[in-house]
């Protein structure tokens, strides 16, 4: 089955440590994203990736770093510089952004706790 | 300054009743989403709009670009339908604005 996967589901992590969360999808789609989802607030984007080897900032990249060395995968490192980690991520693609008007597809989501 | 607006936050509805959510926006806009998002937190696409009305099921969206608004109708509400509906726009064909969403819960 074609789809996108995000592991863990859910992440514990000290303060003061990096951690990684994976993303890989099998639907051959050329851009991938990063969210994160704050209670009471919409998805904001904090990294996208058009095409491999190539990714660029959203609106929140502070604190997190981004790679894209394989078409599937884009994992997303949230570092101890990012003040307020605690929070739900969801990965997603879409077949690309050239057309404009393409659906996004989501994974799971791995939800992030900073003990 | 949120650029998409819904409303309302939350909604309690019996079963079988009419739902209606809203979707305001204040940007010009190459696409409006409608998502879903489960307990779990996964999200599903449910519709892509541009102008008019689509139907699948029975979920109806609609599109009003001059009036910058969107809604979306569940006919015949089910328990099935309790989910997180999200709104979101695509302004300049590569960047999309989400709302917060709206909770919804249908009572048996």
């Known amino acids: 089955d074609g789809g996108i996967t995000q592991s863990p589901k859910y992440l514990f992590r000290k303060e003061g440590q990096n951690v990684t969360l994976s993303c890989e999808q099998n639907?051959?789609?050329?851009?991938m994203y990063w969210y994160r989802q704050d209670p009471g607030q919409g998805l904001r984007l904090i990294y996208y990736s058009q095409i491999v080897n190539d990714f660029q900032k959203g609106d929140i990249a502070e604190g997190y770093s981004v790679s894209r060395e394989k078409k599937e995968s884009f994992p997303l490192t949230v570092t101890s510089a990012q003040k307020n980690p605690t929070a739900f991520y969801l990965c997603?693609?879409?077949?690309?952004?050239?057309?404009?008007?393409?659906?996004?597809?989501f994974g799971p989501g791995t939800r992030l706790t900073v003990l | 300054k949120n650029e998409v607006e819904q409303s309302p936050q939350n909604l309690t509805a019996q079963e079988g009743e009419f739902i209606t959510i809203n979707c305001s926006y204040s940007v010009g806009i190459s696409a409006l989403h409608w998502l879903q998002q489960h307990p779990g937190g996964g999200i599903v696409s449910l519709f892509m709009?541009?102008?008019g009305k689509k139907k699948h099921g029975r979920l109806i969206a609609t599109i009003n670009i001059q009036e910058k608004h969107s809604s979306l109708h569940i006919t015949a509400s089910h328990p099935r339908d309790s989910a997180v509906y999200i709104c979101a726009v695509l302004y300049n064909f590569n960047k999309f604005y989400f709302g917060s969403g709206t909770k919804l819960n249908v009572k048996p």
């Open positions: 997603a693609s879409s077949p690309g952004p050239v057309r404009g008007t393409d659906t996004q597809y």
């Open positions: 639907l051959n789609h050329d851009a």
């Open positions: 709009l541009s102008s």
